[in-house]
């Protein structure tokens, strides 16, 4: 079982079998309907989700009751609230799927309990947090882009399956700008092709 998530460690780190069957043990899987919360604000987060298959929207409520989306994961990713994972807190943010979603899920205690067990998976655990502070970091400098245009070109040259599978909603809320201005811009950026 959790062929997929043992494949995705193997291709980081040489696993031995016995810390690979580590796996099983310590994760479960879940599957999420479409539009089902995997977490929800202000609940503190108490799993990191690795994502078989599905896509899973990041956002947070404003004050005014407007939703925000921060960010959007795919298969073969990691995901959760990591303040609130690490440290018990609330969540500021929540997890929505937005197509049928399955993950293979592991708590913060179970996770400690690996790390302790295997080590590999603690060097793992560096490297796969570093990755995903390296992602924010992109996602936060081109949505610091001053115009819609830069923050469009660069989401569509470099997450071009977001436009293929999240309605357009998302990415315009995703990018800053209304759907209305999503679609202008891509009329413009087609004709240009053309």
Request: charged share 25%; proline share 4%.
């Amino acid at each position: 079982m959790y062929d997929s998530l043992k494949r995705h460690f193997q291709q980081v780190l040489p696993f031995t079998e016995e810390e690979l069957s580590a796996v099983d043990q310590y994760f479960t899987e879940h599957i999420f309907a479409k539009k089902a919360m995997l977490l929800e604000a202000p609940h503190p987060c108490k799993y990191l989700f690795f994502i078989v298959k599905g896509c899973v929207r990041h956002f947070h409520t404003k004050d005014d009751g407007n939703e925000k989306t921060c960010d959007i994961s795919l298969e073969n990713q990691w995901t959760t609230a990591f303040m609130s994972f690490n440290s018990g807190c609330p969540s500021n943010l929540s997890l929505q799927a937005l197509e049928e979603t399955t993950v293979y899920r592991i708590s913060k205690e179970d996770l400690i309990s690996l790390y302790a067990e295997h080590h590999n998976f603690e060097t793992f655990g560096r490297l796969m947090a570093e990755q995903i502070l390296q992602r924010a970091t992109d996602t936060a400098m081109y949505l610091a882009a001053d115009k819609p245009e830069e923050r469009f070109e660069h989401l569509l040259h470099s997450r071009p399956e977001l436009f293929l599978r999240v309605p357009q909603k998302y990415i315009a809320n995703l990018l800053g700008i209304s759907p209305e201005s999503l679609s202008r811009l891509q009329k413009r950026m087609y004709s240009k092709k053309s």
